[in-house]
């Protein structure tokens, strides 16, 4: 009996491996934890109602008159296996030099970075642009830009040091003046020096943290400190502080595939010295912001609330704000809900308005904005190539801002005295704003995509108060083509209307005008000669428009701009 069992056994596994042997592949699936986590993305902005000016061509094609800071970059190449023979391992380093120029335009960029040490990787990024130009029947148009920026990075083994240190100078002509041209109608030019705004900005920080895995479960730190300054031609000062201190714990609970506890404090700190008044203002800004962050199946929870202390001179104001923001994918991958509720304590800077608009006067008026805001939409991958997003807001201001061109300007021409208009003052008011967006993106493979954005802005305020130079319609589009990996092919559209200027009679408004439709047409175009050596050429507001953002304001017209990129330093 054992005998017929035991060679019964036999036969059977003999099957099976006859059986196994003859199948061609496997299945095998392998479930990972793996999970990426961005350990320090940049605050995204909901709405963002900021406007720029429309003169400086970019190789991104935003043609604008903002100034944006740079921000270093961690790139790390990975490392490419070396093969039998005489290939070598790729060294991890890049060097790269761009140089151009167009019309009355010379650009000049540089950047170095270095991942050759699993202990430390480091940076540099050297930035120079300029603009001499002259719009027709106006003062001149110019501009220039210049950015120095260092950044370094330590790997131990259990937090990641981070330090960067950057330098800007930036100056720009006032050239707005009032519709009839004084210089066409009176033959009088005021000399370049006093129409110069020019801003010397410095910028120093540092972060550590500790990586953050699933297999972790110890707390997760973060601290960071940055300092700024801002100094300009008429030696007004501004000096900002921040610090940030944040824990975060994985807790280990069954049924839940995740739960996070944690919390974050910051501090800003700003004085301003106004030299032409000798005015001084100091503001402080306190946020306590608890959260817990929760996943189970398709649903996700990021629950908490911020407590806000800001103190402005001698007036002080509390606030506390929700953060909750819940998501739920009906189909994974496919399509997903969210919706949520937060705000925040904004406090202006001299900095980031006059980075939005340079054309400034010597001393402003900064306060501090409390935001509530809500918010749902969703996200939709209608296939591999195809996306959609949607979003529809409200969000409440107490002190939005806006810019009113200063009346107090003027000049003696003959026997009359003009007012210039070309410098603005910054303002704010009470007001509340619903915001609708919508985008979708089209991607076939490596070689073509497109990708459009509309956003529609409705104003509201208490006391019928006109916020000027805010668009309430904006649509983009953008799209590029690659060719054989030789040809590389952008095209950009930009459409911005309903924007508002006020109408000034004897230093006073009396009225509000529409501007002129804003729309932008560029196309930028690179040609890949070898892995080290590319070809570029810019080409900015194709249809010639005059696009004024501000009142008296002209944007150049047509312009291009012609270069090339080396890359060295590397296999």
Same mark, same amino acid.
């Given at each position: 009996?054992?005998?017929?069992?035991?060679?019964?056994? #036999?036969?059977? #596994?003999?099957?099976?491996?006859?059986?196994?042997?003859?199948?061609?592949?496997?299945? +095998?699936?392998?479930?990972?934890?793996?999970?990426?986590?961005?350990?320090?993305?940049?605050?995204?902005?909901?709405?963002?109602?900021?406007?720029?000016?429309?003169?400086?061509p970019r190789p991104t094609m935003d043609y604008s008159l903002q100034v944006r800071p740079?921000?270093?970059?961690?790139?790390?190449? =990975?490392?490419?296996?070396?093969?039998?023979?005489?290939?070598?391992?790729?060294?991890?380093?890049?060097?790269?030099?761009?140089? &151009?120029?167009?019309?009355?335009?010379?650009?000049?960029?540089?950047?170095?970075?270095?991942?050759?040490?699993?202990?430390?990787?480091?940076?540099?990024?050297?930035?120079?642009?300029?603009?001499?130009?002259?719009?027709?029947?106006?003062?001149?148009?110019?501009?220039?830009?210049?950015?120095?920026?260092?950044?370094?990075?330590?790997?131990?083994?259990?937090? !990641?040091?981070?330090?960067?240190?950057?330098?800007?100078?930036?100056?720009?002509? #006032?050239? &707005?003046?009032?519709?009839?041209?004084?210089?066409?109608?009176?033959?009088?030019?005021?000399?370049?020096?006093?129409?110069?705004?020019?801003? /010397?900005?410095? %910028?120093?920080?540092?972060?550590?943290?500790?990586?953050?895995?699933?297999?972790?479960?110890?707390?997760?730190?973060?601290?960071?400190?940055? *300092?700024?300054?801002?100094?300009?031609?008429? %030696?007004?000062?501004?000096?900002?502080?921040?610090?940030?201190?944040?824990?975060?714990?994985?807790?280990? !609970?069954?049924?839940?595939?995740?739960?996070?506890?944690?919390?974050?404090?910051?501090?800003?700190?700003? /004085?301003?010295?106004?030299?032409?008044?000798?005015?001084?203002?100091?503001?402080?800004?306190?946020?306590?912001?608890?959260?817990?962050?929760?996943?189970?199946?398709?649903?996700?929870?990021?629950?908490?609330?911020?407590?806000? +202390?800001?103190?402005?001179?001698?007036?002080?104001?509390?606030?506390?704000?929700?953060?909750?923001?819940?998501?739920?994918?009906?189909?994974?991958?496919? @399509?997903?809900?969210?919706?949520?509720?937060?705000?925040?304590?904004?406090?202006?800077? $001299?900095?980031?308005?006059?980075?939005?608009?340079?054309?400034?006067? =010597?001393?402003?008026?900064?306060?501090?904005?409390?935001?509530?805001?809500? *918010?749902?939409?969703?996200?939709?991958?209608?296939?591999?190539?195809?996306?959609?997003?949607?979003?529809?807001?409200?969000?409440?201001?107490?002190?939005?801002?806006?810019?009113?061109?200063?009346?107090? !300007?003027?000049?003696?021409?003959?026997?009359?005295?003009?007012?210039? $208009?070309?410098?603005?003052?910054?303002?704010?008011?009470?007001?509340? @704003?619903?915001?609708?967006?919508?985008?979708?993106? $089209?991607?076939?493979?490596?070689?073509?995509?497109?990708? !459009?954005?509309?956003?529609?802005y409705s104003y509201m305020t208490a006391d019928t108060v006109t916020l000027y130079y805010? =668009?309430?319609?904006?649509?983009?589009?953008?799209?590029?083509?690659?060719?054989?990996?030789?040809?590389?092919?952008?095209?950009?559209?930009?459409?911005?209307?309903?924007?508002?200027?006020?109408?000034?009679?004897?230093?006073?408004? +009396?009225?509000?005008?529409?501007?002129?439709?804003?729309?932008?047409?560029?196309?930028?175009?690179?040609?890949?000669?070898?892995?080290?050596?590319?070809?570029?050429?810019? @080409?900015?507001?194709?249809?010639?428009?005059?696009?004024?953002?501000?009142? $008296? *304001?002209?944007?150049?017209?047509?312009? #291009?701009?012609?270069?090339?990129?080396?890359?060295?330093?590397?296999e």
């Amino acid at each position: 009996m054992h005998r017929a069992f035991g060679t019964g056994l #036999c036969l059977l #596994c003999l099957l099976a491996a006859a059986e196994v042997s003859g199948q061609s592949q496997y299945d +095998v699936v392998v479930k990972s934890a793996f999970s990426p986590v961005i350990q320090d993305a940049q605050k995204k902005l909901t709405f963002p109602a900021r406007i720029s000016d429309s003169v400086a061509p970019r190789p991104t094609m935003d043609y604008s008159l903002q100034v944006r800071p740079y921000k270093t970059r961690f790139e790390p190449d =990975p490392i490419i296996a070396p093969r039998v023979g005489k290939d070598k391992i790729s060294r991890l380093y890049r060097h790269s030099v761009k140089a &151009g120029f167009g019309y009355l335009q010379p650009l000049l960029a540089y950047d170095f970075n270095s991942l050759r040490s699993t202990h430390q990787a480091f940076g540099a990024h050297v930035y120079s642009h300029a603009s001499f130009d002259q719009v027709k029947d106006c003062a001149p148009s110019s501009y220039a830009e210049n950015t120095v920026a260092l950044y370094a990075e330590q790997y131990r083994p259990h937090f !990641v040091l981070r330090e960067e240190a950057s330098y800007a100078f930036d100056w720009f002509h #006032c050239y &707005g003046y009032p519709a009839d041209s004084l210089k066409k109608r009176f033959g009088w030019s005021q000399s370049a020096s006093d129409n110069v705004r020019s801003y /010397h900005r410095a %910028h120093a920080g540092m972060m550590a943290y500790t990586p953050a895995t699933k297999k972790n479960v110890s707390w997760q730190q973060r601290y960071a400190g940055s *300092y700024d300054l801002l100094y300009d031609n008429y %030696h007004s000062v501004e000096h900002q502080l921040y610090a940030e201190a944040g824990l975060d714990k994985r807790l280990m !609970v069954s049924r839940v595939d995740m739960l996070r506890v944690g919390g974050v404090f910051t501090m800003q700190y700003g /004085h301003n010295d106004w030299r032409l008044s000798s005015r001084q203002a100091d503001s402080w800004v306190f946020n306590l912001h608890p959260r817990m962050q929760w996943e189970e199946g398709n649903l996700k929870l990021d629950a908490g609330a911020a407590l806000s +202390v800001g103190l402005l001179n001698s007036e002080s104001s509390v606030a506390l704000f929700p953060k909750v923001n819940a998501t739920w994918n009906l189909v994974p991958g496919v @399509l997903a809900f969210y919706a949520g509720a937060d705000g925040e304590m904004d406090k202006d800077s $001299y900095q980031a308005i006059s980075l939005e608009n340079p054309f400034l006067i =010597p001393e402003l008026d900064l306060g501090i904005d409390r935001i509530y805001r809500l *918010y749902v939409g969703t996200k939709t991958n209608l296939s591999q190539r195809l996306a959609f997003g949607a979003r529809i807001g409200w969000e409440n201001h107490t002190e939005l801002d806006y810019f009113m061109p200063d009346t107090s !300007v003027t000049a003696w021409v003959d026997t009359n005295r003009i007012r210039l $208009y070309h410098q603005f003052d910054f303002k704010d008011a009470a007001a509340s @704003l619903a915001a609708l967006h919508v985008d979708a993106a $089209y991607r076939y493979k490596e070689l073509f995509s497109i990708k !459009v954005d509309f956003d529609y802005y409705s104003y509201m305020t208490a006391d019928t108060v006109t916020l000027y130079y805010r =668009p309430q319609y904006v649509l983009g589009i953008s799209a590029d083509y690659s060719l054989k990996q030789k040809v590389n092919i952008g095209l950009s559209a930009v459409w911005k209307d309903e924007m508002y200027t006020p109408v000034f009679e004897d230093g006073k408004v +009396v009225g509000k005008e529409e501007l002129p439709l804003w729309f932008d047409l560029s196309l930028n175009a690179e040609y890949l000669w070898s892995n080290r050596l590319r070809f570029f050429v810019d @080409l900015n507001n194709l249809l010639g428009r005059s696009n004024p953002m501000y009142a $008296y *304001y002209r944007t150049e017209r047509f312009n #291009c701009l012609f270069g090339l990129k080396y890359i060295f330093g590397g296999e």
